[in-house]
């Protein structure tokens, strides 16, 4: 089954403990992307990924970082999180240039 | 920065009844999409209709596009209890669909 999974879904944290977010997928897309969603604020490109080892950063990049060593995966890290970073965060990838985007279950973060 | 805007922010009808929402946006684009979130979960693709597109249908959805008003609306027919969720419009402008600036969505409720 072609999917985008994301570990894990749910995290509380505390600030300043360094976490990774997983994002696979099994769908051979070259493009993977992060964003994150806020109360009123909608979705919001972090980082994107056209390929493996080509990174680029989105509208709010701050305080993340990311890697694509291997196609199949893009991980979201957090250095050092922060109670601003507590969100519900989406990976999702494209197959193609122009067509629709896949997104994983989402992670719920919770920074204290 | 946010690009999509959608009209109205909540939205409550009776089964059976028809819902439209509309998304303004405010630089040319390359495709504009629709994408459905039940609550809390991950957007599930819709429809995509490009910038020489007026009009596309599938299924029960209804999209139009109107490029010189900078608008698209998206139509659902004949609404089921299951139509319940949020509903985003989402823009592309670059070279293809990599960056996606998604509104503020739409919550509709479907009342059985």
């Known amino acids: 089954e072609a999917q985008v999974t994301q570990n894990p879904r749910y995290l509380i944290t505390v600030t300043g403990k360094k976490l990774t977010v997983t994002c696979s997928q099994n769908?051979?897309?070259?493009?993977m992307s992060w964003y994150r969603q806020d109360p009123g604020l909608g979705l919001r490109q972090i980082y994107y990924?056209?390929?493996?080892?080509?990174?680029d950063k989105g509208d709010v990049p701050e305080g993340y970082k990311v890697s694509r060593k291997e196609k199949r995966n893009f991980p979201l890290i957090l250095e050092s999180p922060s109670p601003n970073q507590t969100s519900l965060y989406f990976c999702?990838?494209?197959?193609?240039?122009?067509?629709?985007?896949?997104f994983g279950p989402g992670t719920r973060l919770t920074v204290l | 920065s946010q690009q999509g805007e959608e009209d109205p922010q909540a939205l409550s009808i009776q089964e059976g009844e028809n819902a439209t929402m509309n998304c303004s946006y405010k630089?040319?684009?390359?495709?504009l999409q629709w994408y459905r979130q039940n609550s809390g979960r991950g957007l599930v693709h819709l429809i995509l209709i490009r910038s020489n597109e007026r009009e596309k249908h599938s299924g029960r959805l209804r999209v139009t596009l109107d490029t010189s008003k900078k608008s698209s609306s998206l139509l659902i027919t004949a609404s089921r209890a299951a139509d319940t969720a949020s509903y985003f419009c989402a823009t592309s402008s670059g070279a293809g669909s990599y960056q996606l600036t998604f509104g503020k969505g739409t919550k509709l409720s479907v009342i059985p």
């Open positions: 769908m051979n897309h070259e493009y």
């Open positions: 990924s056209m390929n493996v080892e080509v990174t």
């Open positions: 999702a990838t494209l197959p193609s240039s122009r067509g629709e985007q896949f």
């Open positions: 630089t040319s684009i390359n495709n």
